[in-house]
């Protein structure tokens, strides 16, 4: 397996906001209705800035680092078997061109362009971009997670009936869903943003302590559970597995350190 350099990330910066600006913003709040297409379910939609900004990011991004590939989420609702690039030894590029479509769609604000970079089922590095806001949380394993030049840190330890979160009932069985919206109510205060984008954004900026999702697609996830690593966080799987990009399955859990982790997995799942 070769390793190549990891790719310098204020360029890539720089090209998720160009790509946003160029391929996404334009589209905020004109689409036509045949500009919007759903996709598996009412609420999955596609519109023709997703497609847009993957086709740019796939090329100016995989053109970054020679040798690598890309994992899309327009590419995989496409063809399934993209997917199986994580599993090889090529470094992978995961790109989310439009995470909360549903928001950017309905005119919402709350989207996001997620990119991360994977190599041997590990993420390496990752971006959360937010074009409206332009401004861009961005980390290197190891190298701590900053936004605009100032260092992200996740919110102080709390107990569970002091957290602020998102903690999401979409995508599992009905036993845990009720279990959930049972439990959810002894959590501080609780608000999804339909977009896990925002959702990472607040826990890095501290405004969150805690999130939980259950559909662990990579373009949602990979550069959110680095980031916020890096920041200071403690994520797992409720079963107490460590999250990687090449996990879909699930429930993930986040938390601002393992202690807390711990409170709140076994309030919410034990």
Not at 1 to 14: F, G, I, K, N, S
């Amino acid at each position: 397996m070769t390793t190549p350099a990891l790719p310098e990330p204020d360029r890539v910066d720089a090209i998720l906001r160009e790509v946003a600006e160029a391929d996404i913003l334009p589209y905020f709040r004109q689409l036509t209705a045949d500009q919007v297409r759903q996709k598996s379910r009412q609420d999955d939609l596609v519109t023709v800035a997703d497609e847009a900004a993957e086709r740019s990011l796939t090329r100016r991004l995989s053109a970054l680092v020679p040798g690598s590939v890309v994992v899309g989420e327009e590419a995989v609702a496409a063809d399934r078997g993209v997917l199986d690039r994580l599993f090889g030894d090529d470094p992978v590029w995961v790109i989310d061109p439009v995470d909360g479509t549903l928001n950017f769609a309905s005119g919402r604000p709350a989207f996001a362009v997620i990119v991360a970079y994977v190599q041997g089922g590990e993420t390496l590095a990752g971006w959360i971009h937010d074009p409206l806001g332009r401004r861009t949380a961005m980390g290197v394993r190891g190298q701590g997670a900053w936004m605009e030049g100032r260092r992200l840190s996740v919110a102080p330890p709390a107990d569970v009936g002091s957290m602020i979160g998102a903690i999401s009932t979409r995508f599992c069985d009905d036993s845990l869903s009720r279990r959930l919206k049972d439990r959810v109510q002894a959590i501080g205060r609780t608000s999804c943003l339909a977009s896990a984008a925002h959702e990472y954004l607040r826990l890095l900026d501290g405004s969150y302590h805690c999130t939980a999702y259950h559909r662990l697609m990579p373009w949602d996830h990979a550069a959110g559970v680095l980031l916020h690593a890096e920041a200071g966080g403690y994520a797992a799987l409720a079963d107490g597995t460590p999250y990687a990009p090449t996990r879909f399955g699930g429930s993930l859990l986040m938390a601002p350190d393992a202690q807390s982790w711990t409170r709140l997995r076994d309030h919410l799942f034990g």
